[in-house]
């Protein structure tokens, strides 16, 4: 039987990152994958979508180039050219990340991965033992319970839908419900998006929530708070969904979005003596270490941060736990996030309410307004920009902006809020104009 250093099971983002740097270090490394190298994020989220949404922001930009002197046709949309482009991208980066797992020495395993004891790997017929293990198999949608739920789709099955839905209902308020929202309705689809809630993006925010939803419902998407499908049915024009209210709706596709579970069924975890939480993520320590002291998990599989970054901030605490000095550890503070929706969303730190519960008394900036982009392109479209600061101490301790390109902002203030800027140091520092992100540096009087 081959022995391996470490063998990790799932080539998303985290496992990569993992298999690679172990084996930089002199380890001997396996990996296996049963699917496209890259994980949700590569095949089936970030990337694809990210793609979608620029897609979409097409749409608008011929529309608001009539202000800026530009006339003529406007294209027409091809759902089937989009497709195909994003599939010969996606296939790409593919290929990248297996020339880095092969050029770092990594032996790559197709198929599906299991344990057949704590320290032993079976893929089909083949089997490896190994020193570590590292689970790194990611999330998969969660289907909500209702009748007729298996006619909605998943997250995974909209890129390549087919045909274009001229009427999507989307099922859901978090980051992934808003995003395909929004990028369907851009691309041309006349979008309805149900909430069970009151407010979309549960945990940001609560005035980047009430402005995004307000923004999007300007754009064209019907959001309906506090309700729920009660069942999905085929009819003569398409699916019929029976609303909680008993309200009915005629669309051509539902997307369900409303939540992700980690990938834990079918790996003999629990046979090997891995403990699992009660949603089925594996339960690991601050060194990502499981119950079976020689098994460790990242990324979506555990269920705390479900961002790519943060897999691969993970991944390397594992790396070097067990091949270098240990010294690493992971910090949850002040991870900064985008949301792609139309407009996107940056936030970085505390929330105002999650500031207030922390510290008590502090400051709050905001300011909302139109663009200098929009006041020639004809678009109503406004930005929110918030900054949340520590009475105490000055500091600023969350950055939230809803507007064009937010993440690309965010992510540099995100360096200043790690740091532990003052509102002093953002006061003395000079904007660069004209430019959205000055308005982060010249907000001077607290709201009441």
């Not at 095949?43 to 180039?65: D, R, T, V, W």
């Not at 309410?353 to 392109?377: E, M, N, W």
Request: net charge neutral.
């Amino acid at each position: 039987m081959q022995e391996v250093d470490l063998f990790v099971i799932g080539g998303g983002s985290g496992g990569v990152r993992a298999a690679r740097m172990a084996a930089a270090r002199g380890a001997r490394v396996a990996l296996a994958e049963c699917a496209a190298l890259g994980g949700t994020c590569v095949n089936l989220g970030c990337i694809p979508k990210k793609l979608y949404s620029y897609a979409a922001h097409y749409g608008e930009s011929f529309e608001e180039a009539q202000g800026y002197g530009w006339h003529g046709l406007r294209p027409g949309f091809d759902w089937a050219r989009l497709k195909r482009n994003r599939a010969v991208e996606i296939q790409r980066l593919n290929g990248v990340y297996e020339k880095l797992l092969v050029g770092a020495g990594v032996q790559l395993s197709r198929g599906r991965a299991r344990l057949a004891d704590a320290h032993t790997v079976q893929i089909g017929g083949e089997r490896v033992r190994a020193r570590h293990i590292l689970i790194a198999t990611g999330g998969a949608p969660h289907r909500p319970d209702f009748s007729g739920q298996e006619l909605a789709l998943t997250s995974n099955e909209m890129f390549d839908l087919e045909p274009f839905p001229r009427r999507l209902l989307v099922i859901g308020g978090g980051y992934i419900a808003c995003e395909f929202a929004s990028i369907f309705n851009g691309l041309g689809s006349r979008v309805t998006q149900l909430y069970r809630g009151a407010q979309v993006l549960r945990g940001f925010d609560d005035d980047v929530r009430a402005f995004v939803a307000a923004e999007m419902a300007k754009k064209g998407v019907e959001l309906r708070f506090n309700a729920q499908v009660a069942s999905l049915r085929r009819g003569e024009g398409g699916l019929i969904a029976t609303l909680s209210d008993g309200s009915r709706l005629e669309v051509d596709a539902v997307l369900a979005a409303t939540g992700r579970w980690p990938n834990t069924a079918g790996l003999g975890l629990e046979a090997a003596g891995v403990r699992l939480t009660e949603h089925g993520a594996v339960a690991v320590d601050e060194h990502f270490r499981s119950s079976v002291p020689h098994i460790f998990a990242v990324g979506d599989v555990i269920d705390r941060v479900q961002l790519t970054p943060v897999a691969l901030a993970e991944a390397m605490v594992v790396v070097d736990r067990l091949f270098g000095s240990g010294a690493r550890t992971m910090d949850y503070e002040n991870i900064p996030t985008a949301v792609f929706t139309h407009p996107n969303v940056g936030t970085v730190g505390l929330t105002e309410a999650q500031a207030r519960q922390r510290y008590g008394r502090v400051r709050i900036y905001r300011t909302d307004f139109r663009p200098l982009k929009h006041t020639l392109s004809g678009s109503g479209e406004r930005t929110l920009m918030k900054l949340v600061v520590d009475e105490a101490s000055d500091r600023v301790v969350g950055l939230h902006m809803v507007g064009a390109e937010a993440g690309e902002i965010v992510q540099g203030f995100a360096v200043a809020i790690k740091a532990g800027a003052t509102k002093a140091v953002f006061d003395g520092t000079i904007g660069i104009h004209p430019t959205t992100a000055e308005e982060f540096v010249t907000m001077r009087e607290p709201v009441g």
